[in-house]
């Protein structure tokens, strides 16, 4: 496991704890790329059946390599409600209930409040916000309906805490900020209902993935030299910290992980 020595205590400790996930059933939106590719290949590495939901379904069968019979790729649109509640019933029906869900699918808005699309501001709050919330909806149904003492983890940002000066963001930090409050709510709804089914916030800082890439080609000159210059996590790092999150136990709800590169400034 990236970012423990190998074979130390802890490394040993999470692989350990992860054991009681062997075979279960994990479903990650946004699975083609970037954090979520990364969560997938994590959560097989760890003997999870895995179904990935994306766009890009060719994309996420390209993981399979050496996981042929654990990953499962299902082409969805997060916009759409009908698509989510449909994939859902069809994990069910076909690999199993699920015990632990990734929502990790998030687009970003790169233009100033003066230029941006109406359309693309829906399309944005759809699927980083409303469309989080449905299949978190759907997988507490689940989870409850099979008894299951399940996990969810919302991929979020530290765009979800603090104000920061990116310019064309404006909408997508709000998103964010949503997040936060649905994932700390929910969080509340869960423990007033009795339920065992813990929720978490993963937030990261700047990570290599295809949504900076594209913040960075579209920005500014002057905010794309600091885009550029300003280090940067990897996907593999939000991955580790997913099973960090899993490997506690039952009894211990880890609700909010704020990671930086080492020497951010935003």
């Known amino acids: 496991m990236h970012g423990f020595p190998k074979n130390s205590h802890a490394e040993k400790q999470v692989c350990s704890n992860m054991e009681e996930y062997k075979d279960k059933v994990a479903v990650v939106t946004g699975a083609s790329s970037g954090i979520g590719a990364a969560i997938v290949i994590q959560l097989l590495e760890a003997g999870m059946k895995v179904v990935g939901l994306a766009r890009r379904k060719e994309k996420i069968e390209e993981l399979k390599n050496g996981h042929p019979n654990k990953l499962f790729a299902v082409q969805v649109d997060l916009t759409k409600t009908d698509d989510i509640l449909s994939s859902f019933k069809w994990i069910t029906e076909n690999v ?90 929910t969080r509340l709804e869960l423990a007033r209902e009795g339920t065992k089914i813990r929720i978490a916030s993963i937030s990261p800082g700047l990570v290599d993935t295809e949504m900076i890439l594209k913040y960075k080609n579209e920005s500014p000159t002057e905010h794309k030299e600091y885009v550029q210059s300003s280090p940067i996590l990897k996907s593999e790092d939000i991955a580790n910290a997913v099973k960090y999150i899993l490997s506690n136990p039952l009894s211990v709800q880890v609700t909010d992980l704020i990671i930086r590169p080492l020497g951010e400034l935003l």
């Not at 699927?127 to 689940?142: D, H």
């Not at 983890?153 to 064309?168: C, E, R, T, V, W």
């Open 96 to 185: 199993g209930p699920l015990h632990v869900l990734i929502n990790n699918a998030g687009i970003i808005c790169n233009k100033s409040i003066f230029e941006a699309d109406i359309e693309h501001w829906k399309k944005l709050i759809d699927t980083n916000l409303l469309g989080l919330a449905i299949a978190t909806k759907e997988a507490i149904r689940i989870m409850k309906s099979h008894d299951i003492n399940g996990s969810i983890i919302n991929i979020n940002s530290i765009a979800g805490h603090y104000y920061l000066n990116m310019p064309g963001t404006t909408i997508y930090q709000a998103s964010k900020f949503g997040v936060t409050a649905f994932t700390e709510l």
